[in-house]
């Protein structure tokens, strides 16, 4: 079993577990095939929320500009049940820039669902560029319930994407962890690879001040780090 890298307490911040960049890899490429994948694949590339991804729509993805709008979530209530509701606070509204592979993805998964309202089979020779998906079509629907049709404005239930992916990924080794974990992780790698915190809090909606408190303490990495640093500025102090 992988050895998973500590962060703070739920007591310190709730972000559970965090991965390093190879357990990241085996994790997201052992999601491939299911429908989770492209929602795995989402959380681990920017950091965002599970109900931020749950409520993202395609006119939020910018495939020239290479970003992805975020400025809605999905909530779940007992007295409402599913509804679309607007950002946690200002700080959560922002927009994305993401890279090569995660544009690929989800043209891949974009061009499905034009295919999907074709009625055309993968493979079959169509020209997708005529085809147009419905008005606020999300990006992952839900799967419709026994005796209902397919749509493309009905809302995946949070709580069942996330025991479905916590079981996929304790078959895969990373026993209980979440999707909620993968923003954690995304920040941490970014952190531990030198962007600036500021910069993570922005792009991943985040508090400053409480995203530096929640990984001040997080592993050894951090200090050890800091302290190659300190030792390249103070070389020949002494």
Not at 16 to 26: F, I, K, N, S, Y
Not at 31 to 42: C, D, H, N, Q
Not at 143 to 148: D, I, M, N, R
Not at 207 to 213: G, M, T
């Given at each position: 079993m992988l050895?998973?890298?500590?962060?703070p307490?739920?007591?310190?911040?709730?972000?559970?577990?965090a991965?390093e960049?190879?357990q990241?890899?085996t994790?997201?490429?052992?999601?491939k095939?299911?429908?989770?994948y492209?929602?795995?694949a989402v959380?681990?590339f920017?950091?965002?929320r599970?109900?931020?991804i749950?409520a993202?729509?395609?006119?939020?993805l910018?495939?020239?500009?290479?970003t992805?709008?975020i400025?809605?979530?999905?909530?779940?209530?007992e007295?409402?049940?599913?509804?679309?509701?607007?950002?946690?606070?200002?700080?959560?509204k922002r927009?994305?820039?993401i890279d090569?592979?995660l544009?690929?993805l989800l043209?891949t998964?974009r061009?499905?669902h034009?295919?999907?309202?074709?009625?055309?089979?993968d493979?079959?020779?169509?020209?997708?560029s005529?085809v147009?998906?419905?008005?606020?079509?999300?990006?992952?629907?839900?799967q419709?319930?026994?005796?209902?049709?397919?749509s493309f404005?009905?809302?995946r239930k949070?709580?069942?994407?996330?025991k479905?992916s916590?079981?996929?990924a304790?078959?895969?080794?990373f026993?209980?962890?979440r999707?909620?974990?993968?923003?954690g992780t995304?920040?941490t790698?970014?952190?531990?690879?030198?962007a600036?915190?500021?910069?993570v809090?922005a792009?991943c909606?985040h508090d400053p001040?409480?995203?530096l408190r929640?990984?001040?303490?997080r592993t050894?990495?951090?200090d050890t780090?800091a302290?190659?640093?300190?030792?390249?500025?103070?070389?020949?102090?002494l």
């Amino acid at each position: 079993m992988l050895e998973l890298a500590k962060v703070p307490s739920p007591s310190e911040a709730d972000h559970g577990m965090a991965l390093e960049a190879d357990q990241l890899r085996t994790l997201v490429q052992g999601f491939k095939g299911s429908v989770l994948y492209p929602i795995v694949a989402v959380a681990a590339f920017n950091g965002a929320r599970r109900n931020e991804i749950l409520a993202l729509r395609w006119d939020d993805l910018d495939v020239g500009g290479k970003t992805l709008r975020i400025e809605r979530a999905v909530e779940e209530t007992e007295e409402h049940g599913l509804r679309i509701k607007g950002p946690k606070n200002d700080r959560s509204k922002r927009t994305i820039t993401i890279d090569d592979d995660l544009i690929a993805l989800l043209v891949t998964e974009r061009e499905k669902h034009l295919r999907l309202v074709a009625g055309v089979p993968d493979g079959a020779a169509v020209d997708l560029s005529l085809v147009k998906l419905p008005p606020g079509a999300l990006m992952f629907p839900g799967q419709p319930a026994p005796g209902e049709s397919f749509s493309f404005s009905n809302l995946r239930k949070p709580r069942s994407t996330t025991k479905e992916s916590v079981r996929k990924a304790t078959a895969l080794g990373f026993p209980g962890l979440r999707l909620h974990d993968l923003r954690g992780t995304h920040e941490t790698l970014m952190l531990d690879a030198g962007a600036p915190v500021h910069v993570v809090a922005a792009r991943c909606g985040h508090d400053p001040a409480v995203l530096l408190r929640s990984y001040a303490k997080r592993t050894r990495k951090t200090d050890t780090s800091a302290a190659a640093v300190w030792s390249a500025v103070s070389k020949g102090i002494l």
